[in-house]
Nanobody
Framework: EVHLVESGGGLVQPGGSLRLSCAAS????????MNWVRQAPGKEPEWVSA????????TYADSVKGRFTVSRDNAKNTAFLQMNSLKPEDTAVYHC??????????????????WGQGTQVTVSS
């Protein structure tokens, strides 16, 4: 059975940092690009970032470029999203999602083979 389980979310003040983790099981993690997609209340989902199979390539949405860093540890079947300089507009549920190869930069769930349940990130003073 496939599982993608996010953790590390929480409440943080503006300017603060959080590190999200995405633990994968039940599929060949090293063959999948790992993506992060977020959804704020009342808004369309937004694709955030992706990392390719060996971690050698990463890409980011303009809204998070320079503040977020995606990484992965294939030996531990885990992907990470380091989020720095957080802003209130970063408040959302963050999902990790897997697609063969790398990324389509899509925010549509149906375009991914696997999708996690999400972790809440709230940025507020």
């Amino acid at each position: 059975e496939v599982h993608l389980v996010e953790s590390g979310g929480g409440l943080v003040q503006p300017g603060g940092s959080l590190r999200l983790s995405c633990a994968a099981s039940g599929f060949r993690f090293g063959r999948y690009g790992m993506n992060w997609v977020r959804q704020a209340p009342g808004k369309e989902p937004e694709w955030v970032s992706a990392i390719n199979t060996d971690g050698g390539s990463t890409t980011y949405a303009d809204s998070v470029k320079g503040r977020f860093t995606v990484s992965r540890d294939n030996a531990k079947n885990t992907a990470f999203l380091q989020m720095n300089s957080l802003k209130p507009e970063d408040t959302a549920v963050y999902h990790c999602a897997a697609v063969p190869g790398y990324t389509t930069r899509s925010h549509y769930r149906f375009e991914y083979d696997y999708w996690g349940q999400g972790t809440q990130v709230t940025v507020s003073s």
